[in-house]
Structures are given as structure tokens and as C-alpha cells.
């Protein structure tokens, strides 16, 4: 038995509080089982020096965790002096995913900076900040659309991302920390509204993995995502219906 | 008219939520008007090397703000590679001032590291870390104590702390941070709950301040700590007893 | 037409020198087309820390990029004083990848390091990285298991790597450079010699994949690594041997 | 009976030697008792990027000890990479103090660097690094104002610096190493020529102090730097005079 | 009797490569002995900003080894995240080397930077890094001779480096690794085609050396120079001719 | 006319003061000219890991420039937060030579640190720490000799350096900051008291040198560098004919 009685297809329960930090043009406080994870978009009208004079923006992503958001505590990187690889892996990985969904010529020359820090990590925290930074970054560029006047909604599908793996045999959705400890396949999928892949990432350290448990991993994830972006639209309210319709104008 | 009506010699509303990180041993979230601090406290069996073999603990903090935690975007001192001056300051002060109270002998040795990390700011982050560290400290001690059967409670007295300054002619309780931007003088003052001082530190770079001016603000200080210290028994409950304990066998 | 007249399912020309380096206890230059890696593995009779009095082995990886292999030079990361996330990102995967067909048991309390440093590079250099070191690891560990008479040879599968992409609407294998910056969708396969997964990563940056996409380019890595496989044997010789004794021992 | 037979109200043997350093702007060589530390202030005529524009000049210092000024060998800070808290900390302080009493607007859009090097310690460096550093900045001043004939000199009062403490139960002015080692509060007060409050920082870390040792220890400070003062006057002969009359013009 | 039978006399086998990285403006691949190095000159159209506005190029290099190019693996420079002294000592003393021979004014505001990065390493790699990355820079300089008409050819002289040493009482030319660590006295020599000193390094760590030791040493350097440079006249070509027409131009 | 009237083959007026800071095992500040070096030496009772268990001690040198020695003002390297190159070369080259006449083996398992900070520079700035921080070392060890009762005193010769370079076609000794820029040679010439050369740096960046130029540097250097030894030997006292003793001793 899963911890909440939860079966193996089934996601964590989940939560996302809007406007959690009053200073950003867009944050929420996304929570999938115990894993919490602040996340905040801030806008500036400026793109970074390799982006200049192209019309087009930018979106970029940090990650990191609390010291205690872990059973151990974690020395910060900032004593350290560097960026761990895993840190950066991460980071890079939710920049990627977002600005698949983003149209960055009708951003404008603008950046869009989505902070992700996990403040209780229980599994699955890069995976819950895609799916919390997707819903601050939708915040933020409506206040801009609102704002600005952009000629077109440039968020032109949903995103969210979440975790598979093989626990024994058996393939399971969303793992928490103690099962993907466990997991000898470790899968995180991002997906997009219409059901197309932005990111697969499977990886086999423990053992290699078959075609048969790659296609039954792919399926739970779709599953679990399709869910977690009703969550989504649920808290976007009127601003998901701006993201069918740049969506809908962009498939024509 | 100050925020919210209060008076020149009012704080702001302030909440102390326990337990709000599961792994740490000891954790509160602070609020004091809309600057919200996460303090963890981490118990570890080792001291660092330079207390080694003393027999004696060791008490340390570290301090930190979501690079949205302010109006305009902070870079990460981790992406820079190094803490700034303020950081360090500020992680010096925490650590200083709860050592004031703690009897490190009766700790054993054994380290309490304080993770105070801001994730909203608005004026008065230091000595909400400090005040909110002290709770989650106590949480933490309380813990081992139970845990380990110490000998002594190594808890001597409440700790809290406070921002005062003067804004034109008038000295004012507990500065947010419009208010703090406009003071010519800005003084931090750390107290114990028998109201002795810890820590005075007062800065007059714009105006040099007079005598009487930094009497005035002890005042506003002290009257300020107190109903702090009253909000910390409070949260802490049955512990608080523990501490009024060890304060008395301390004093005699 | 593709440079060198292959066809969409064809790898580019692959060369491996063996024995390279004269100082290391396995070495290589792997070619493939104009990507050219030096690998060597080095082996270290001490294991990291965290692998401390566990009686295991441990395989990790370095990565790194001559400043002028590339058409515009680099900076050195050794003079901007850090690594970059993508460095990290690629000796992370090609480390994880190794471990997956090395039996750290059998390996005994040591360490080896593969250190993969592209003097050239024309696209594929992360998976012509795995595919080299692979050989100078197995070159290392027929040494150590001369020298030292293992009581098992601790290399269970082959194992190599490619890249696959869809260029326009066209799936295609072992994409070199100037394909690769074309590819909407961009996917490295990693696979062992019995044809189980180790790794996919998948994204598609540009534009979402569908699942027939991903289908088609995981049909044409699998074939792809297959032929790398062969040319990886026929340099192993009689290693090659112990390779696939090793396997049938582990499979049964 | 304290070294050199002083009491508890005495400074140390204090002496300024000025023009200590042929090369620099202003420049001088402070003893106090063996505590020395040679102080140098260089002009430049650019301003930091954050106060560009604003027609306003800037004042800043540096604050570091050779490595053997101490009894024990300290490593260099260039060596570790980074600055240490403490150094953070102090050379923070001595701008600040230092621009307390310069009118930026009168020095116009140039920059003076203080840099104050001990080379040898014997406590209290960082208050005699303020009031050494003050002279150095008077003198490079008075050679800007004759160079390029400021409309107003932009010096408006005197400042030094005392460090004041409570041993045993007796507070004592200007504290030496060993004194300060042994001190239950450590107290550093910065004051203008006028008697009026730059800086107070009071710290009780062995144990908290009460309201009526804070004010032995202030009044202890005002009377040693009214002494630093006039010595200050006496090294800068005609230049204290320009400095009393941008103080009086300035005060109606 | 010395590995390979050649006398004391004598140069190791040495081989240039040219034309080895197809991306660089020059490059080469030089041998000596089995010490093997590849050079790259990569030609950029702007200057350092210290060298800015004088009409005049500059010449830059940087050196590094494989961290398996020696008997026991070095840890990566850029894991350490700083250059080591040795490394430094050397790409200051390379760029220096090359600058001699170059007119920086023929040049025109472009930089060179050459890459040294040590592949092999048996004894004598920055002086074959100076003689390999000579050749490496004439054949970018040629080019861009060829493809911007520079009115002068900026190139004077030949220039190579060899290392001797005193080992015994027996001064030896060109020293391998082995050799090398035996050495009383080490020195290194740069000259010019012309038989002119460049650099003249000579070290006497374990015992100093007397004038007549020195004398003998430089001639010994002086033959084994004059040999190289034969080398590089003869993978240079007709480029060589051009180095001789500025040569002769220079001279007169 | 050179400055202060002297001629081409002389020393600009030296003076080494001893023990000049007050912690220090030994310590000078050595005056060459308007250059200015504090040296200081420290002993400590363990070594480097490199040198562990060998039952020999070591000696190291670290070398810096207050920020304003300098005619315009350098940045620290502390808050660059990384030595640089010149740094790096200097330190290393005074380590080796002080080593050139240390018996390590009667030293012990000791090391001893000679700090050269140089607090105002006119040229020559590495040969004066190389001489005034070997007056600081024999202190320390004469220190250590008397403390220790060692069975051998460790120092085997006196040891100085002196700078010598060509300005126009005329060799001069002892270059200060203004000859050194315009020389087209330049030399760094490290001897011992016998006569005996321990480091020989020439550089003719702007233009290579003849032998014979060379053979007249030596000879300045040679003569320069006896005169320093005789002001080191006046210094030093007693402890001069402790080294000429060990001198006697060694060559026997």
C-alpha cells in the first residue's frame, strides 16, 4: 500500500495557492503530497546579452532547495561558492520545458525569471516546479498582456511535468522520496495540453529497462499530467481560457 | 498615519506558526507585517573543528532571502559564487545573539544550526530571524532534552529582537521597509526576557544622532521585545516553563 | 543529401585507436565523423567518501572541451573559475551510464575515472563520449583483472551511445553538428549490447514531439547502437569475450 | 594595573604619522599603543555604476591585516578566495562611518577609496583604521579642494572611533588584545567632532549587559575621542581648520 | 645511456603535425619524444580592453594538461575552479615568448590566442608548447595575411625553446620527464632564428650552479634550437620564406 | 643621470630594519630605494601533506602589494578573490630560492613562512623580498636554533637578488619603476654568498638579447648582489657567522 491509500496510477494530493509572494508579478505555493515548492516569475524588460536585437524574448529558470527542505540538512550552495550539477541539470531542464510553450516574439524583448525554491522536498520537487512555475509564469505574462497590450497572448498550451518509475516490477506514478529511492527506472515526463512530449528523461542506473516498461512509464505519466493540468486551469481561471484560445489560433 | 493605524510605539501584527518544516528538528514560520522568515533548526552530534573537545555545543546561523523576496529581484549569492557583506553580517548577528542565551556546557557537544530564510521582506528581516530562530531553537532543545535526558535545560532566558529609528524628528517601533528607507537613524536592539541588552546597534549614516535620541530608542526597543517575548511564551507553551526554570536556577 | 552521401538511417565513419595515451590503464580516440574524443580511464585504489566501507567500486566521468574544438573558440572553464551546467550535465550522464553495466561488487574498493576531452567537435560528442569511454574503461578493468585476478570480470553488458533527431519532419540517426542546431526534437539514446534502455533523454526545445515521433527515433538509435556495439568488440578482441561471459553469467 | 601603568579612563600612546605613502592621494601611519595600521585614500574620478548620474561623490574602504599581524599566523584572504565575514563587516563600517561626515554633493562625482592595512594587532584595528582613515581622507580632500577648487570643502565635522568594554565589572576605555579577549562586552562607538553618534555596537555575547553599564561605557567613549581628535587637528594643522569652518557654515 | 641511445647532445624525435584541429585559424600537433602537445591560434578582430585604441594587435596564450597526460592523474584545473601557479607561470611565460617575434603594429588591432593543451607529458611541454604553437600561429598569421592584405608580414624571426639540465656533473640537452626530476640544475631557453636570447630561465633548487655550468648549458640550448627551427621551416613551407623577407626587412 | 646621482654599476641606498613586527618568529622591513617590503617569517611545527614523514622541513614564501604601493591603486586580490598570475610567480620564485640554501634535513619537520608585503614599490619589488625575507628567516631560525638546541644550524649561505637590465644598449644595476619600464631587457639575478647563481630570469620581450649582452647583466648582478649580502651580514650579527659556519661546515 502507497502512503494515502493511494494505487500505483494515482497522483499525490495537490495543491496550488496563487499569489503567495506579494512582491512578483506572478508566484504560487505549489504542494504535491509533502513536497512545497515556492515559485515566483518576475518580468524585466531586458534579455540577456546572447538574445539582443532579435525581437524575441527570453524565459529562464532557478532552482533550489532550503537547507532543511531535506530529512538531512543540505549545506547551501551560496556557502559553498557554486551551483551543484544536479542544481543546474535542474534548472536548465525547467527553463527548457517552459519555453517550449511560450511564443517568445509575442513576449517581446522581455525576460520572464521563474524562481523555484523547494522549501520541503519529499520527492518529485523538479517535476512539481514545472507544473507551479507554468501557473506563476501564466500570472505573470497576463498582468503584462493586461498591462501592456500585447498584440497576442504568448502562452500558447498548458505544461505540467511529473515522475514515473519501476519499483520492483511494477511501474507507479509520482513517486515520493522514499519509493524513488526504491525505483530501479526513474522517468520524468513533461507534457504539453495537447498531449504531445516536451521532455522524456529515463534513466536505468540500477538496471537497464525494456520497450515493454518504457511504454507502460509513458502512459501512467500522461495520465498523471492530464490531471494535474485540470489543477491548473482550475487556478488560472479566466486565464486558462487566454491559453486555449493562443493555443487554438496557433494549431490553425 | 503609519500601515494599518498602528502608533509610533506599536509593532506590526505579528505570528508565529509552529512545526511548519517536518524534517527539521525544530521549525516556525515568522511574520511580522508582511515579512515572513522560515527558521529550521538542525541538531548534529559534532561540533566544528574549532570547538572540538571542550565538551561544550555550539550554536550557529545561517540567513538568506528568495531572490523574490524583495520589490525588485535579488540575484542568488549562490549563482554569484559568494555571500555579500550584508549576509554575512546578518548570519553573525543571529548566531551571536542566540548564543547569549544558551549554556552551551549543558548543550554537550553538539551543534544548532539556524536556517532563517526570508521568503517574503518588508523591513525588520534580522530581528524577525532572530526572533523566530529563538522559537525554533527552544523547539529543537526541547526535543534533544526529551530525547537525550540532559542534564540541564540549556535554555537560560527568552530572546527577541527589534528594528527602531527616526523618521524626521520621531523615533518609531519596528520600521517596515518604506519607513526604514526614509530613517535617518536605524538601530537594531537584541534583549533577553529578564531585559538585559545583547546586542545594541545603531547607525546614523545619513545624520549623526544625539544622546537623547538613542535614549528614546532604547525605550521603544525594550517596550517592543517585551510583547514580542510574550507572543514567543505563547507559541511555546509548556517549554516556556522549562526556560522560566533554568532562568531561575541560572539567577541564583 | 547528408555529408559523406549516408542516408538518414546511417552513422557517420567511427574509428576507435586503442591504447592512445601511454600513461593511463585504458585509452582511446574515438572518431566519429569530425567529432574526435581522447578517453582515458584511470584507476585509483581508494573510492569517494560516500563509498566508503561498503566493499564496492566506483565509476565516474569528466568532461571537457579543448577551447578551439568548436568553430568559434571557449573560454576555458578552468579560467572562468567554474564548471558549466551543460559540463555537468553530460560527465553526470556519461558516469550514471557506465555504472549501469559495471558490477561494483566485483570491482572491489576502487575507483575509476574516465576522463572524455573532445579535441574536436562536430555534434555528438556527450554520446561519443560514452561509446569511448566504454572501451577504455573495459581496456582498465582487463588489466586490473590480470593484475589483480578478480574473482569475477565486473563489466556485465557493452554499452554505447548515439544521437537521434527529427529535422523537419524527418527522424534521423547520428546527427552532426549543423544537423543538430536544425533538429526540432533532440534525443540521446543510451543502450546496452543485449538492447535494454540505460537512457533516453528526449526534448523537444523547439516544438513538442508526438509519441509516433518518439517511437520512430528510438527504432533508429537502437539499430544505430547496435553497429557501434560491433566496432566496439572488434577493437576489444578477446576482452570482448570476457564481456559476454560475464553477461551470461549475470543473465542466469 | 593595565600595560604601560594607564587607567581604566585612558587611551593608549596614540601617534600619526602623516604622508606615509608616497604614492597615494592622502596617507598616514596610525599607532595606538601596538596596534598600527597604515591608511591610505585614493581619488578617483569615476563614481560606482549605482550612483552614476546623480552628480553625488562616493566613499568606501577596504580593511585587511597582513597575515602575520597577529600573534598566530592568519591565512590571506586572497588565498582562501574570499573575504572573510568579519573583514565584510569592518570595511563596511569604516565607510559608512567615513561618509557620515562628507557632504557627497560638494565632493562631486569622484570616488575615494580607503584602504586600511594592519600590520600589526593589538585590538581595537578597526577603530583605529577609522580614525587614521579619517586623516588620510582629510588630506587627499584638501589636495582635491586646492586642485580643483571645490565650491565648498566637502568635510563637514571631525570622527573617530574608541572600542570600550566591561572586564570583570569595570568598564575601560580603548581595550588592548588581551584586554579584549577577557572582556564580558565589547562595545565600538564612532563619534563626530561635535559629540553626536555615528555608530554604536554593543555586543554581549558572554553575557548580556544592563541599561546602566551601557551608559558608563558611552561616556567612556565620548572622553577618549575628544583625545583622538585633538590629535587628529594637531597632524592636519591648516586643513582642521577648513574642516571647522564647512562645520559651522553647514550647522546654520 | 639515454632512452632511444641519443647522446647528451642530443634533441629527442620531434615531429610537427600541421593542420590537426580543422575548426582553428592555425594548428599543429607537435611531438617530442612522447611528449605530445596540440597548439592552436585562433584570430579574433578586437584587442584586450587594455590594448584598446593603439592600432596595435596582441598575443596571448594559454596552456593545460589532460589530467591523464601524466604518470598519475592530476585533478582538472577547472574542478578546482582556479589556474594553478605552475600553469599560470607558463602561459604568461608562452605569450610572452611568441610577442617577441610578432610586430604587434603589423599585426593591427586583432588578438592571437594560442592553445597549448598537453595531451602526453614526458619533460620539456612548455618549451614544446613555444616551438608547437610558433607554427600553429604563422599559419593563422599567413592566412590572414592572405585574406586581409596586411601591408607588412608581423611576423620577424623564428622562434623555439628547448630545456637542458645538469644532471650528475653531466649537462644534458632537451630532458624527459625522468631526466628531468634528476636534475640539479634545470633551465630553459627561448631563441630566435637569428640566435638571440629570449627568455633565459635557469633554477637551481637543489644546488646552485656556477658560472662555467651556465656558459655550457647555453650552448648546449643554442645547437639543439637551431635544430628545431629546421623542423619548422620545413612544415612551414613557403611561409618560411615570408618569416625570412620580414626578417631581412626588419634588419635593415 | 640616474636618480639620487648614482651610476650605472651602483645600488640605490638599502636598508634592512630588524624586527619590525612585534609577533613575528623574524622579521624585517627592508628599504631599497623608495621600495618598501615588510618580511616576516613564521614558524610552525608541522608540514605540508606533501612533505609528511620525510623527517624534512620546508620552506614557502607569499608575496603581496598593499592596493596603493602603486603609483595608481590595484584591486586586492582577496576581493578579486583569486591570485594572480605575477603573484603566483613571484611567491613561487622566492620559496625556491630561500630553499636553495636551507638544509632542509637539519631544519626538521618545521615549516617556516616568510610573508613580503609590500607597502610602497619603485621597482624591484621581488628581489627586495627575496633579500630582506632571507634576514627574516635567518632570524627565525636562529630562534628556532637557540629554542631547539638543533644539532645543526639549517642555513648553509647567504642569499640575495638583485634586478639588472638593458635601457637604450646600456646595462644597469638595480632598476627602479621608471627604468624598469623602459627597459628592453630585463633581468632577475638570485645568488648566493659564494658566488653561485641560484636563479637567472631574463626576458627580452620588446626585443631579444645578444650573449654578450647577457654576460654583462651577469657581472652587475654579481657585483650589486655582494654589496647586499655585506648590509645583510652587518644586520644579521652574530647569527652571520652562524651561516658562514654552516657554510664552512657544508663545503668540507
Not at 101 to 122: F, K, Y
Not at 219 to 234: C, D, F, H, K, Y
Amino acid at each position: 500500500m502507497r502512503i494515502g491509500g493511494r494505487t500505483d496510477q494515482e497522483l499525490r494530493p495537490m495543491q496550488i495557492t496563487p499569489h503567495y509572494i506579494k512582491h512578483a508579478e506572478g508566484s504560487v505555493l505549489i504542494e504535491v503530497g509533502d513536497t512545497k515548492v515556492i515559485c515566483t516569475a518576475t518580468v524585466e524588460e531586458r534579455v540577456p546579452p546572447f538574445m539582443k536585437g532579435q525581437g524575441k524574448g527570453w524565459v529562464t529558470a532557478e532552482y533550489s532547495m532550503l537547507p532543511r527542505a531535506t530529512q538531512v540538512r543540505n549545506q547551501r550552495e551560496a556557502a559553498k561558492g557554486k551551483l551543484g550539477g544536479r542544481t543546474m541539470e535542474i534548472q536548465r531542464l525547467i527553463g527548457r520545458a517552459l519555453r517550449s510553450v511560450v511564443n517568445l516574439e509575442a513576449l517581446g524583448e522581455r525576460s520572464i525569471t521563474l524562481d523555484c525554491d523547494v522549501i520541503q522536498a519529499d520527492g518529485g520537487t523538479r517535476t512539481a516546479s514545472i507544473t507551479g512555475a507554468f501557473v506563476a509564469m501564466a500570472f505573470a505574462i497576463n498582468k503584462l498582456a493586461t498591462d501592456k497590450h500585447l498584440a497576442k497572448f504568448p502562452i500558447n498550451d498548458f505544461l505540467a511535468a511529473v515522475s514515473v518509475g519501476v519499483i520492483g516490477d511494477t511501474p507507479k506514478l509520482d513517486l515520493n522520496y522514499e519509493e524513488d529511492s526504491k525505483a530501479k527506472v526513474d522517468m520524468n515526463v513533461v507534457m504539453t495540453g495537447q498531449g504531445q512530449f516536451v521532455e522524456v528523461q529515463g534513466t536505468g542506473e540500477d538496471a537497464p529497462f525494456s520497450r515493454k516498461e518504457l511504454d507502460e512509464l509513458l502512459a501512467l505519466a500522461e495520465s498523471g499530467i492530464q490531471t494535474m493540468i485540470e489543477v491548473q486551469a482550475g487556478v488560472l481561471g479566466p486565464i486558462a481560457d487566454r491559453i486555449r484560445g493562443a493555443q487554438h489560433a496557433a494549431s490553425q
